[in-house]
T-cell receptor, first 113, second 114 residues
Framework: AQSVTQLGSHVSVSEGALVLLRCNYS??????LFWYVQYPNQGLQLLLK??????LVKGINGFEAEFKKSETSFHLTKPSAHMSDAAEYFC???????????FGSGTRLSIRP | DTAVSQTPKYLVTQMGNDKSIKCEQN?????MYWYKQDSKKFLKIMFS???????INETVPNRFSPKSPDKAHLNLHINSLELGDSAVYFC?????????????FGEGSRLTVL
């Protein structure tokens, strides 16, 4: 069975600091992995996805994530946080032949001025 | 022009009532979903339809009944509403449910049961 675990339900960083949101996955076969962002009172939108091509994936708004099979991780990073990055971030996993995407419990990112 | 639109955006109702939420997508996608997001932001898939055929039916009370009249529409009807049904319900669509499956979400319908 597939699952994702997001470490830390809340992360707070200063504006301009590095953002690191952690995600570990569990899958018996190579998965597809996603990061989605949810701004207040909105639906989720895709930040980036890994589909077995390059292990370093670049997304929108300066975010990137690296697939590390040996660590079963897919952590999300951004070199310099901006106030507009404050949102809820969800890691998600999908088996290549499955229909459903399983979401992690989410990490709320706060940015301090 | 909204890609995935849900109505209503807010719904406040009494326990025991029946309510429906409608969803439409204009992306030409084959697959549509309903997700439930609880007060702790946890997202759980409920149903999925591919070309009007039900392909995912999670462990959801049978008071919840999805209906897909065509591949651009997926509605959710809830009978005998309970307090625990209070949540935000998200509709989503994807080009192909079995491929890379990027989801496109609506803005959500916040249901409050009193």
């Amino acid at each position: 069975a597939q699952s994702v675990t997001q470490l830390g339900s809340h992360v707070s960083v200063s504006e301009g600091a590095l953002v690191l949101l952690r995600c570990n996955y569990s899958s018996s076969v190579p998965p597809y992995l996603f990061w989605y962002v949810q701004y207040p009172n909105q639906g989720l939108q895709l930040l980036l996805k890994y589909t077995s091509a390059a292990t370093l994936v670049k997304g929108i708004n300066g975010f990137e994530a690296e697939f590390k099979k040996s660590e079963t991780s897919f952590h999300l990073t951004k070199p310099s946080a901006h106030m507009s990055d404050a949102a809820e971030y969800f890691c998600a996993v999908k088996h290549s032949s499955a229909s459903k995407i399983i979401f992690g419990s989410g990490t709320r990112l706060s940015i301090r001025p | 022009d909204t890609a995935v639109s849900q109505t209503p955006k807010y719904l406040v109702t009494q326990m025991g009532n029946d309510k429906s939420i409608k969803c439409e997508q204009n992306l030409g996608h084959d697959t549509m979903y309903w997700y439930k997001q609880d007060s702790k932001k946890f997202l759980k898939i409920m149903f999925s339809y591919n070309n009007k055929e039900l392909i995912i039916n999670e462990t959801v009370p049978n008071r919840f009944s999805p209906k897909s009249p065509d591949k651009a529409h997926l509605n959710l009807h809830i009978n005998s509403l309970e307090l625990g049904d209070s949540a935000v319900y998200f509709c989503a669509s994807s080009q192909d449910g079995r491929a890379t499956g990027e989801l496109f979400f609506g803005e959500g319908s916040r249901l409050t049961v009193l």
